[in-house]
């Protein structure tokens, strides 16, 4: 009799513990189904030849599958090396450790998915591997982050060296113009030359300096436009503000089809701002226009820039009749670090960039498009 008490008691200690150990293996499902369901990182597992088991809503998004499409496949079919990983996959699991590297992946769309992974054997209780578990971080944007930034390191450098060498073209251009003011009193004062003679030399020479004053012109704008100072609001005229701009592109456009237009009123049109900040937008948005012009191939292209004067300030549109902007990129323009242009050709910094400084102006930027017909940008500034 006491030994059947005995085991009674022990039954219901096993019972007990079971149900316990029942309460905490839920705890952990439920505690794993949450990481799945809530962590942005792409983490799966597969069984011991590769074949995904599981898959979470970070991988979803991470790579654009869906989980019925991807259970039941070789994880290797969504790298972009298979052949690579497959064999990091072996090496995991032969040596029983956990592997950390970057590697790419393809996501649903086409697109490369840099991520940074780990990857660990999965081992029964009698040591057996019986698969494999990966977290994979998605460090694509940091990837091209850092190549943003490389590029950025480079065009400041090129700003640089643009600034020194205007610095050093200003020396043999004044030695080239005092030549030329010295030449012209000789050929003035010279005796025994025919008139039409001196007319000739001196309207050779009346060209150099007019060269010359063009050359230095164009070297003190681009020291201006790299200068870095802070901002500093005077009275301008918008109208020979724009012109200037247009005339600091003239080397761009010169060799292109767009024609620049422009629709002014006779008046100067002035307000109180910051020139170099002002002209750094123009800048950015008329070589903008140009650069879509361009690209849409088209051999009648123009770019016009017009201008209003309201009671609380000034409107500046600058239209071109290129290829507009396509719905799917409307909302990403202002975006930092996007671009719809070619690697090398552009940053992604320009227009936040534009946005940024009209908002320390007290002005706004925006845009209007039609794809296929063209894009007007319109900034606002503020009187004073």
């Not at 950025?152 to 073209?169: F, K, N, P, T, W």
Request: proline content about 4%; aromatic content about 6%.
């Amino acid at each position: 009799m006491e030994s059947n008490n005995d085991l009674a008691a022990e039954l219901k200690k096993v019972t007990r513990e079971l149900a316990s150990y029942k309460i905490e293996l839920h705890q952990t499902r439920g505690y794993l189904h949450c990481i799945l369901q809530n962590s942005r990182d792409m983490i799966f597992a597969t069984d011991v030849t590769g074949i995904v088991v599981s898959f979470s809503k970070g991988a979803e998004k991470i790579l654009g599958y869906s989980l019925a499409e991807v259970i039941g496949r070789p994880i290797t079919d969504f790298a972009e090396d298979p052949s690579a990983f497959e064999q990091v996959m072996n090496s995991c699991q032969t040596d029983g450790c956990a592997v950390t590297l970057d590697f790419h992946f393809r996501h649903k769309d086409g697109s490369r998915v840099h991520c940074h992974a780990s990857l660990m054997s999965l081992t029964n209780r009698e040591g057996g591997v019986v698969g494999t578990v990966g977290v994979c971080t998605d460090i694509t944007q940091w990837k091209k982050l850092q190549d943003d930034l490389v590029q950025v390191d480079r065009l400041a450098e090129i700003g640089r060296i643009a600034a020194g060498v205007a610095h050093e073209m200003n020396n043999p251009l004044a030695v080239i113009s005092e030549a030329s003011g010295w030449a012209r009193e000789v050929v003035t004062d010279a005796a025994g030359l025919a008139d039409v003679d001196r007319k000739e030399l001196l309207d050779t020479l009346e060209k150099i300096d007019a060269q010359t004053r063009r050359c230095r012109h164009i070297t003190h704008r681009l020291l201006d436009f790299t200068r870095d100072s802070a901002p500093a609001k005077q009275a301008l005229d918008i109208h020979e503000l724009l012109r200037g701009t247009v005339e600091l592109l003239r080397p761009e456009l010169k060799h292109s089809p767009v024609k620049v237009e422009f629709g002014f009123s006779d008046d100067p049109l002035m307000v109180r701002s910051d020139p170099r900040l002002l002209e750094q937008v123009f800048v950015n948005v008329v070589t903008n226009a140009v650069h879509a012009v361009l690209e849409s191939g088209k051999p009648d292209g123009q770019i016009a820039i017009r201008t209003a004067r309201y009671d609380s300030g000034v409107q500046v549109d600058i239209e071109d009749n290129g290829g507009g902007i396509p719905k799917e990129n409307q909302d990403k323009m202002f975006k930092l670090f996007f671009t719809t242009k070619p690697p090398g050709k552009g940053t992604g910094l320009g227009l936040p960039i534009c946005r940024n400084l009209m908002e320390k102006l007290g002005g706004e930027i925006t845009f209007e498009t039609e794809p296929g017909q063209g894009t007007t940008f319109t900034l606002w500034i503020p009187g004073d």
